[in-house]
């Protein structure tokens, strides 16, 4: 599924939407959640947005995962994928981690930073 416009980099760490309609990509498999992160990992700077939900538990469940690098936005499914190839790329220390526009709308927390 893709829609809309895609994120421009601007200053450091900073992703900020262009024009129009947001572009993105709806992610619930492995091989292309594994190319993304593959991608992501030459990036300078990437983005992450987490959601997360807490009903009728005590610990927080990760509901939605949303990633950008470069003009590349997706969307994904963490029940559908296994997100432990992400932990590469945070860990790498390569890129910078930034601030993301939104792509979705939740009540659920969510969280974004810069990577030290």
Known sequence: MDGGRAADLVGV???TASPGPLRYRWVDDQRTFD????AAASADVFALDTEFHRERTYFAQLALL???AGDDIVVVDPLAVDVASLRELLEAG??????MPAVTSSTASSSSGRKA
């Open 13 to 15: 760490g900073a992703l």
């Open 35 to 38: 190319a993304f992160v593959e």
């Open 66 to 68: 949303q990633l950008a």
């Open 94 to 99: 390569d890129a910078q981690l930034g601030s």
